[in-house]
């Protein structure tokens, strides 16, 4: 069964940094592009980053220069660096393959707030 457990949330002014770790199991994690998606109240889930095979990453627009995701394969476990966090990258956020085709974890909560 595969599972993802998301980590490393927490609240922070805007500006500030959090790092968020997903370990992974019941995959062969190397062999996927993993990604990054957030969620908030009312909203569908939204792509932040994706990490390919061999460790390249891409962003929308949204989270472009700001966050940096990265994984591990030997460790199973996929990160998302967030730095200059503004208001609206508040939500919950999740990891998954790309696409999100298995069932998603519990998320981990990030709320930016002055």
């Known amino acids: 069964q595969v599972q993802f457990v998301e980590s490393g949330g927490g609240m922070v002014q805007p500006g500030g940094s959090l790092r968020l770790s997903c370990e992974v199991s019941?995959?062969?994690?190397?062999?996927?592009?993993m990604a990054w998606y957030r969620q908030t109240a009312g909203a569908q889930r939204q792509f932040v980053a994706r990490?390919?095979?061999?460790?390249?990453?891409t962003y929308p627009d949204a989270t472009l220069g700001r966050f940096t995701a990265s994984r591990d394969n030997a460790k199973t476990t996929l990160y998302l660096q967030m730095d200059s966090l503004k208001p609206e990258d508040t939500g919950v956020y999740y990891c998954?393959?790309?696409?999100?085709?298995?069932?998603w974890g519990q998320g981990t909560q990030v709320i930016v707030s002055s």
């Open positions: 998954n393959i790309l696409g999100g085709t298995y069932n």
């Open positions: 990490v390919a095979l061999n460790g390249a990453s």
């Open positions: 019941g995959l062969s994690f190397s062999r996927y592009v």
